[in-house]
């Protein structure tokens, strides 16, 4: 027995496709397609960028892991305001943008220029009551303002933080070690 099965008839609203809405519609999942693939590279970048919480170990030294892009970066904190610093060992100070300054109080200070390895920039020096990564804090630090990071919590950790611990780098990790009592 063989059936024949015909299909039925188009109604005039499902007319064949013009050669115009198929090049929209290709256009528009081209599109789509491209939007997801960038927004999951974007997605991705975030989370190799994200900088590894300092690690405190038992005798109270501070890991901190390389990132995906070379760097050190750790979380810490300016006045008990967030903020993230990469770890500059050629920085003489620790210097912030003009964002987080505000937000950590840090007003007033001595107008100066500062010499970067990107160029000059005008800034202040103030005195931060704090600057804390983990367990390591340093009281009464003087502060450049106007640092230009990717992003508002941006700060630079350097040598008038890191002169008061043992700096130690070795692979991936930067250890971070109190000093002992006259050293």
């Known amino acids: 027995m063989r059936m024949n099965v015909t299909p039925p008839p188009r109604s005039p609203q499902q007319s064949e496709p013009t050669p115009q809405s198929v090049a929209r519609r290709s256009t528009f999942l081209f599109l789509l397609f491209w939007l997801v693939v ?4 974007y997605l991705a970048m975030q989370h190799f960028l994200k900088p590894a919480q300092a690690k405190v170990l038992a005798d109270g030294t501070v890991r901190i892991e390389r990132g995906m892009d070379g760097h050190f970066r750790a979380k810490g904190y300016v006045n008990n305001q967030p903020v993230t610093f990469l770890v500059d060992t050629g920085a003489s100070s ?16 001595e107008k100066v220029r500062f010499r970067t390895a990107n160029g000059e920039r ?13 367990s390591l804090r340093v009281r009464d630090v003087r502060v450049g303002t106007g640092y230009t990071g990717d992003d508002s919590d941006d700060a630079l950790l350097g040598q008038n933080f890191l002169r008061f611990f043992d700096v130690q780098m070795s692979g991936d990790e930067m250890l971070l070690r109190p000093r002992k009592p006259g050293r």
């Not at 960038?38 to 590279?41: A, F, L, P, Q």
């Not at 620790?94 to 200070?109: M, N």
């Not at 005008?122 to 983990?134: C, F, K, L």
Request: hydrophobic share 50%; net charge negative; proline share 0%.
């Open 38 to 41: 960038m927004g999951g590279m």
């Open 94 to 109: 620790v210097s912030v943008t003009d964002v987080l300054a505000d937000r950590a109080g840090l007003e007033g200070g």
């Open 122 to 134: 005008d800034g202040r020096i103030v005195v931060a009551d704090e600057v804390r990564i983990a």
